[in-house]
T-cell receptor, first 115, second 112 residues
Framework: EAQVTQNPRYLITVTGKKLTVTCSQN?????MSWYRQDPGLGLRQIYY???????DKGDVPEGYKVSRKEKRNFPLILESPSPNQTSLYFC??????????????FGPGTRLTVT | GNSVTQMEGPVTLSEEAFLTINCTYT??????LFWYVQYPGEGLQLLLK?????DKGSNKGFEATYRKETTSFHLEKGSVQVSDSAVYFC???????????FGTGTRLQVFP
């Protein structure tokens, strides 16, 4: 089954404790992206990756890091989480520019609470 | 710049009522337009899409027409069901990118 998986689904942590949210896709997609969803703000892009070893900032990258060492994985790293990073996070992937009509596939979400 | 504006919710309807959720956009060039749906506790799923002016996207009884003259992509359904209760997001993708720019979402609640 084609899917994007994220782990963990729920996470409660404390300010300053480094954490990683994993994301994996099994569709051989080139493009991957992280979003955060906040009430009244919709989804905002944090980082994206056009291919292995190619990453770039989205609209709200402050406080986050990513890496793309393998095509299927795109982890989101919070080196020193703060309460304003409490949010619902989504990973998404798509085939990539020039390969037809874009459809992004979304993971189930990770609800992060930073106290 | 590129942006999407959609009507605030919640939209509350009785089953079998007609649904319209308004969406307008600002964009350079000719973006692709999308509606995504988020059911409770789940990620977003593509509902329908349109890639050029006057295209009509349709799926599961939902429709939206790409109107360049009014920069709109309103979502409609003739007869909603309780199972349509969800949050609906309008989005655009600028040409030659994989970037998606979302509206703030509209919650739809359908009661029996």
């Amino acid at each position: 089954e084609a899917q994007v998986t994220q782990n963990p689904r729920y996470l409660i942590t404390v300010t300053g404790k480094k954490l990683t949210v994993t994301c994996s896709q099994n569709m051989n997609h080139e493009y991957m992206s992280w979003y955060r969803q906040d009430p009244g703000l919709g989804l905002r892009q944090i980082y994206y990756s056009m291919n292995v070893e190619v990453t770039d900032k989205g609209d709200v990258p402050e406080g986050y890091k990513v890496s793309r060492k393998e095509k299927r994985n795109f982890p989101l790293i919070l080196e020193s989480p703060s309460p304003n990073q409490t949010s619902l996070y989504f990973c998404a992937s798509s085939r990539g520019v020039g390969q037809g009509i874009i459809e992004q596939y979304f993971g189930p979400g990770t609800r992060l609470t930073v106290t | 710049g590129n942006s999407v504006t959609q009507m605030e919710g919640p939209v509350t309807l009785s089953e079998e009522a007609f649904l319209t959720i308004n969406c307008t956009y600002t964009a350079t060039g000719y973006p692709s337009l999308f509606w995504y749906v988020q059911y409770p506790g789940e990620g977003l799923q593509l509902l329908l899409k349109a890639t050029k002016a006057d295209d009509k996207g349709s799926n599961k009884g939902f429709e939206a027409t790409y109107r360049k003259e009014t920069t709109s992509f309103h979502l409609e359904k003739g007869s909603v069901q309780v199972s349509d209760s969800a949050v609906y997001f309008c989005a655009l993708s600028p040409p030659n990118t994989d970037k998606l720019i979302f509206g703030t979402g509209t919650r739809l609640q359908v009661f029996p």
